[in-house]
């Protein structure tokens, strides 16, 4: 770098001189990625560490996160999987390191935004090796978060868990340990994804479950994740009443902002008409259960008859051919009894000519003497 400044004759700045530097040069500093406080996983790092643990088939697997982090928030947004080998008891393990730097050289070439920012585990739940892997990921990331990812996942949670390592005291408040803190994780997605995912969960949609039977669900299961916030909304209000924790503003702005926007049911016309929404909506859902009730016996008759119609020509196919297989044995065997009647004849025949029968009341002939005996008389 080239720096060009006025000097004095004795090599010193004139006093309120500045600085100029080169045109042709530029500084570059790197500022330290901020700490995170929360994490977006993407749709397509779920379904990536899904099909990972699927073909590995070990109790638990291992891959690195990519993403960005954006004033704290990680955004997810890809991942690959890592070689990683571990004992029954997890004393031994090993992570192939230099497979992480050959394959984020190779990420960097595609897509120079994404950026390791941590890695991810199938758990379900924290491993005794997962500080000492954490220790090995700092070497190529500042501060990267541990994202356990649950395979098999119940309905009601979330399949989730980020986590960050930070210093706290010991037990006995001798020495200063490392350990995983909890960080809010949320599910992010573009608008592509989006896309893709809602098309996903067509295409595996079960046929057995109707669409009345699919919509209750997701009620229900909005209504427990409407239960689930208000019962936090709760504790949070019974913390500040009892001064545990401190007034802010900004919530209770925004809680009251919810409850203005509830509506005030000891209106008798809304009453009124909420209740007869619902009984339409009711009567309407009756109707179509009963249509749909009443098209499925009608598709089961028809096909109830198709099958008994198709039973019949069946059963007259092989009627007939086995008619036909009687005819012709019938054929075959007056055949053959005619060529053995023939060839009876035929011996008979044969024989007659052979030996012919004497006529009746005829004297039999003298035997004509040998030629001999008559010369010699």
């Known amino acids: 770098m080239q720096a060009h400044a006025p000097k004095q004759k004795n090599g010193w700045l004139r006093p309120g001189s500045r600085l100029r530097i080169s045109a042709s040069f530029s500084l570059a500093v790197q500022m330290p990625a901020p700490t995170p406080t929360e994490a977006a996983v993407h749709p397509v790092v779920l379904l990536s560490a899904v099909d990972h ?54 990420f960097r070439k595609v897509n120079a935004s994404e950026v390791i920012v941590g890695w991810y585990s199938t758990g379900p739940k924290i491993c005794p090796n997962d500080l000492a892997i954490h220790q090995v990921l700092r070497r190529m990331c500042d501060d990267p978060i541990f994202v356990i990812i649950d395979v098999n996942p119940k309905a009601d949670e979330f399949p989730t868990q980020a986590y960050i390592c930070r210093m706290q005291d010991s037990k006995d408040g001798s020495k200063l340990v490392e350990t995983f803190q909890h960080i809010p994780s949320e599910m992010g997605a573009q608008e592509a994804e989006d896309i893709g995912v809602e098309h996903l969960l067509r295409d595996v949609q079960d046929s057995t479950v109707t669409s009345l039977h699919a919509r209750i669900l997701q009620k229900c299961s909005s209504l427990r994740a409407l239960r689930t916030h208000l019962q936090e ?27 203005n926007l509830l509506p005030n049911l000891n209106v008798p016309e809304l009453r009124q008409a909420l209740a007869s929404a619902t009984n339409d909506n009711a009567a309407v859902l009756v109707v179509s259960h009963y249509l749909r009730t009443i098209l499925a016996l009608h598709q089961l008759v028809d096909n109830k008859l198709t099958m008994q119609h198709a039973q019949q020509q069946l059963a007259e196919q092989l009627a007939k051919k086995q008619q036909e297989d009687k005819e012709r044995q019938e054929k075959e065997r007056q055949e053959k009894e005619r060529q053995e009647k023939e060839k009876q004849e035929k011996e008979k025949q044969d024989k007659e000519a052979a030996t012919p029968a004497a006529q009746p009341g005829a004297t039999p002939a003298a035997p004509q003497p ?8």
């Open 53 to 106: 643990f699927n073909r590995e088939g070990k109790s638990r697997v291992v891959g690195i996160l990519l993403g960005e982090n954006f004033r704290g928030k990680v955004e997810v947004t890809n991942c690959f999987a890592v070689p990683f080998e571990e004992n029954d008891d997890g004393s031994t393990w090993f992570v192939d390191t230099n497979y992480i730097t050959a394959m984020r050289g190779m």
């Open 370 to 377: 040998p030629p001999e005996e008559k010369k010699d008389k």
């Open 233 to 259: 909304i709760q504790n949070y209000l019974d913390e500040v009443l009892a001064k545990r924790l401190p007034i802010n503003q900004n919530i209770l702005a925004l809680l009251q902002e919810v409850m």
